[in-house]
């Protein structure tokens, strides 16, 4: 029998203490499947863990606080993998904006919304 795959969370410390809460940690010697970030968080390890967490084969899918993706739109513009699937969340602080969402940017061209 397959296990099944990891949900990951890179977000603020709301964010992760309450995916956390609802059971979705993991954590072996080797690694974690969530990233808390704080203000003192550098960019270059965010998206080190982004990368990290989409080239694992135990994650399914990824969450990340879209004020965090907007500082990876580089990385999340070229991601072209299904699986894991990132998906962008608002924070406690910051409200959910479909506008920066590149998911909703795709349904948007697909549907002949725009680019």
């Known amino acids: 029998m397959e296990a099944g795959k990891l949900v990951a969370v890179i977000g603020d410390e709301d964010t992760v203490t309450?995916?956390?809460l609802a059971g979705i940690g993991h954590r072996t010697a080797e690694s974690t499947n969530f990233l808390t970030v704080k203000q003192d968080t550098k960019a270059d390890v965010i998206e080190?863990?982004?990368?990290?967490?989409?080239?694992?084969?135990?994650?399914?899918?990824i969450l990340i606080?879209?004020?965090?993706?907007?500082?990876?739109?580089?990385?999340?513009?070229?991601?072209?993998q299904t699986i894991p699937t990132i998906l962008e969340i608002p924070s406690k602080e910051h409200p959910y904006d479909p506008e920066q969402d590149?998911?909703?940017?795709?349904?948007?061209?697909?549907?002949g919304g725009g680019a």
Do not use: C, P
């Open 102 to 111: 590149f998911i909703m940017q795709r349904v948007n061209m697909f549907l």
């Open 65 to 80: 606080n879209q004020h965090l993706a907007n500082n990876m739109r580089h990385f999340l513009t070229d991601y072209k």
């Open 48 to 61: 080190s863990t982004l990368r990290e967490f989409t080239q694992r084969d135990d994650i399914g899918i």
């Open 18 to 20: 309450g995916f956390l």
